[in-house]
Nanobody
Framework: QVQLVESGGGLVQAGGSLRLSCAAS????????TGWFRQAPGKEREFVAA????????YYADSVKGRFTISRDNAKNTVYLQMNSLKPEDTAVYYC???????????????WGQGTQVTVSS
């Protein structure tokens, strides 16, 4: 089992920045890829970004490319999502997930955190 705990969400004005953290514990996470997803009210959960644990390979949704950066600290078993130039449409609950596949698909991730709310005001 892998436990994931997100933090860092909050309320920010458009154009501002936030950094989300995902702390992993339990089974060694070095075998997994970690992804960030988000779900806005009334919408399906969508992929945001993913990173491999073993190599510095990342993958972003087009909607956040150039504004968001995913990174990791292996020593702390933590993955970060730096979000810059935030827009009201970035408002959502953000979830961290871990899985064996380096993927943008929800179903490829086996472990999920509880989510953290990000609200961007205009």
């Amino acid at each position: 089992q892998v436990q994931l705990v997100e933090s860092g969400g909050g309320l920010v004005q458009a154009g501002g920045s936030l950094r989300l953290s995902c702390a992993a514990s339990g089974r060694s996470v070095s075998r997994y890829a970690t992804g960030w997803f988000r779900q806005a009210p009334g919408k399906e959960r969508e992929f945001v970004a993913a990173i491999k644990w073993t190599v510095s390979e990342t993958y972003y949704a087009d909607s956040v490319k150039g504004r968001f950066t995913i990174s990791r600290d292996n020593a702390k078993n933590t993955v970060y999502l730096q979000m810059n130039s935030l827009k009201p449409e970035d408002t959502a609950v953000y979830y961290c997930a871990a899985g064996f596949s380096f993927s943008s698909r929800n179903r490829d991730y086996d472990y999920w955190g509880q989510g953290t709310q990000v609200t961007v005001s205009s």
